[in-house]
């Protein structure tokens, strides 16, 4: 319902280790993860890969900084098989004042109302 066509989501097999031990991201944020995602406060493009990719900023906060996940759309794993949302990292940003950066630098797609 974001402008963003409903695929199956996929993560690499590191993700999890590089989520709790090089971004801090605990065992119960990970666990969610798939609810954040599909829950979230803010959807940006982008700024570095506007055509490809979106930045999901989720309502849950980690050391009270707002995680967000940046979303390869479509990506193609392997010929001859159905593209996926490549879920490539999460993490707690934190300079928190990029994310009024980004909606004045229009690249807000959507906000929870």
């Known amino acids: 319902g974001r402008g963003i066509r409903s695929l199956r989501e996929t993560r690499g097999g590191s993700f999890s280790k590089k ?3 090089d971004h801090a991201i605990s065992p119960k944020h990970l666990y969610g993860l ?16 506007p055509e490809t990719s979106v930045v999901v900023m989720t309502i849950e906060t980690l050391r009270e900084l707002p995680i967000v996940v940046p979303i390869e759309l ?12 490549w879920v490539s990292s999460a993490y707690a940003k934190d300079e928190p004042e990029a994310l009024i950066r980004w909606e004045k630098e229009g ?3 959507w906000k929870h109302r």
Not at 35 to 49: A, D, H, M, N
Not at 77 to 83: D, I, L, S, T
């Open 34 to 49: 798939n609810g954040l995602i599909c829950q979230p406060e803010k959807v940006f493009k982008s700024k570095t890969r």
């Open 19 to 21: 989520m709790l031990f």
């Open 74 to 85: 479509n990506k193609t794993m392997a010929v001859g098989k159905a593209p996926v949302h």
């Open 107 to 109: 690249l807000l797609l």
